[in-house]
């Protein structure tokens, strides 16, 4: 069974669709990367899942308790971490993790023991005595993951877990959601950072405008790019004059100037690199650098949903500022 | 067991982090010590027993729809409110829970007129048990018009603005200030749909023996109050903040 299954989700806020019809399934103990635009529908998605949104349409299953009928039931297996941390700003990191605790009916002899055991792992016990409101955000993000995590739940839901904060911060975050996948935890993580999705998820699905344009895992999602094979070549040489003469000699390949002034040899069988570099000794030709280039997660981003990289590189600029 | 943890709890954060804060106890203090002697400096002669049931109920009005308002508005902007909508805990335990602390400020806050008279007349022949439950039953009710204002309000300064409005037209419609009987005949239906004409009719009764209404049917009444305002806050909480 899987531990979450979407079908046919919908939301829409008047006459805007922010999901527009999707479908997914979460297998238990993996990480799941939802990755998106600002306005893809990501948080939309999330919310309905954990059930703070109703679906304008459409079924959630979390371990098979159906969401919009038992909500309850399956908030208490799941743990949380919105976009924005959402602690108590008067109240210390301890009292904090203890009071979530509460909420999902842990005793004192339990919660205290656990949210001690969770400020030492998220290296916080110092912190652990300071008002929430005195924290970094780097602090505030790992304390509101500690807090989602207070009662063991299942499922984890990461918001942008990484957006805003400081790199160390960042990357600790991203160690400890592995760690949590190893030690179980199925995670479902939305996230504009391309490089991020690309190394701690397990699966991807490409959201764009409501819709789920693309899932996989990451070699399967840039399979979809792969049209050919293309090598580039850094040569002591003048790259504009060897192009077309390498594209004679080689018939079938397409040759191209890349951004550094490299030649981009392209072709639909995977080429011997033998030929080339005899080409490029009987024109007493040095050549410095020759390398087999594979599409990226981004370029596979680029050309399944249209969306410029660009654009995601201005969020996660807007973000980093934030 | 796992309500009653969550309850209890929340309860606990909101009587710490914002009840016992020194800003609202002085509030708790001052609000009600400044209607008395307003209304002592008004009407010297008056008899402080004839005050006392609107000090009471004033003190209780005010204190627990602000508190209520402001406190859950103040949650949602900082979007701390959303991590208990999310515990798996029912919405009975949460509105019970947010409406505990204020109740429990509220019950405070009508005592403090009730310890000043204390030394200027003989509250002997009060009925207290009959008065506690009166203003019990007040704080629930104004608790509640407290969460059905911060269900419609986005930011605290709404919230404030919101509470006035039903605030002190109740003030003066319940028959505190101007008897019901003396209102203009349009109104007096107005005020017959005010759980505080009820709590307040009550706590003249216990006081000063001039209710105009049989105890009984206002404790009825206001139950009736408690369980529709109850219902309603639910409703609304359910309606407009799980979207």
């Known amino acids: 069974m899987e531990m979450v299954s979407v079908r046919n989700l919908k939301k829409t806020y008047g006459d805007v669709t922010a999901v527009d019809g999707i479908s997914f399934d979460i297998r238990r103990g993996e990480i799941f990367g939802l990755l998106g635009p600002n306005g893809a529908g990501k948080t939309s998605t999330i919310n309905m899942i954990i059930g703070l949104s109703r679906p304008t349409g459409g079924d959630i299953a979390v371990n098979g308790i159906d969401v919009k009928k038992q909500t309850k039931k399956a908030q208490a297996l799941m743990g949380i971490v919105p976009d924005e941390s959402n602690l108590y700003n008067e109240m210390d990191g301890f009292d904090n993790l203890c009071f979530c605790a509460a909420l999902y009916g842990m005793r004192k002899d339990e919660r205290e023991p656990r949210a001690r055991e969770l400020l030492e792992q998220f290296r916080l016990t110092e912190a652990g005595k300071r008002p929430f409101k005195a924290y970094s955000k780097g602090m505030r993000r790992k304390l509101t993951i500690a807090a989602a995590l207070i009662h063991s739940p299942k499922i984890l839901f990461l918001d942008e877990p990484t957006t805003g904060i400081d790199v160390e911060s960042s990357r600790q975050i991203r160690d400890m959601i592995v760690g949590l996948k190893h030690q179980g935890t199925t995670i479902l993580l939305t996230t504009h950072y391309i490089e991020e999705a690309e190394r701690i998820c397990d699966r991807i699905a490409f959201l764009a405008n409501g819709q789920i344009v693309a899932s996989g895992t990451v070699p399967e999602l840039m399979e979809r790019v792969t049209h050919g094979h293309a090598i580039r070549f850094v040569t002591g040489e003048n790259a504009e ?82 | 067991m796992r309500s009653w943890i969550a309850f209890w709890n929340i309860l606990k954060k909101d009587v710490k982090n914002y009840y016992l804060k020194p800003p609202n106890i ?63 805990i029912s919405l ?152």
């Open chain 2, 26 to 88: 002085s509030w708790g203090i001052i609000f009600p010590l400044s209607w008395t002697l307003m209304q002592l400096i008004r009407s010297p002669g008056g008899s402080i027993l004839e005050l006392l049931p609107g000090l009471i109920s004033m003190s209780v009005l005010f204190g627990t729809t602000s508190m209520l308002a402001v406190t859950i508005t103040f949650e949602r902007s900082g979007r701390s409110f959303e991590r208990l909508l999310l515990a798996p």
């Open chain 1, 241 to 322: 004059r060897l192009a077309p003469e390498l594209q004679t000699r080689f018939e079938g390949s397409e040759v191209m100037i890349g951004a550094d002034h490299s030649l981009v040899m392209e072709t639909e069988n995977r080429q011997s690199l033998l030929p080339v570099m005899q080409f490029f000794h009987e024109k007493g030709i040095d050549v410095y650098e020759a390398k087999e280039l594979h599409p990226s997660l981004e370029d596979a981003f680029v050309e399944l949903t249209g969306i410029e990289s660009s654009v995601m590189k201005e969020e996660k600029e807007k973000g980093g500022r934030r």
């Open chain 2, 92 to 243: 009975n335990t949460l509105v019970l829970a947010k409406i505990s602390g204020t109740v429990l400020f509220g019950l405070f806050n009508a005592f403090v007129p009730v310890f000043f008279a204390s030394f200027f007349v003989d509250l002997k022949g009060m009925v207290w048990g009959v008065a506690f439950f009166a203003v019990l039953m007040i704080a629930i009710t104004s608790s509640l018009m407290g969460l059905l204002i911060a269900v419609s309000a986005e930011q605290v300064f709404e919230a404030q603005t919101f509470s006035n409005f039903f605030r002190f037209p109740m003030l003066f419609l319940c028959g505190l200030f101007v008897p019901i009987a003396k209102l203009p005949v349009f109104l007096r239906p107005v005020s017959y749909c005010l759980p505080l004409t009820y709590g307040a009719d009550i706590l003249k009764g216990m006081i000063n023996a001039t209710n105009t209404l049989s105890p009984v049917l206002s404790f009825a009444i206001l139950l009736i109050f408690t369980v529709l305002l109850f219902l309603v806050c639910r409703s609304n909480i359910n309606r407009k903040w799980i979207l």
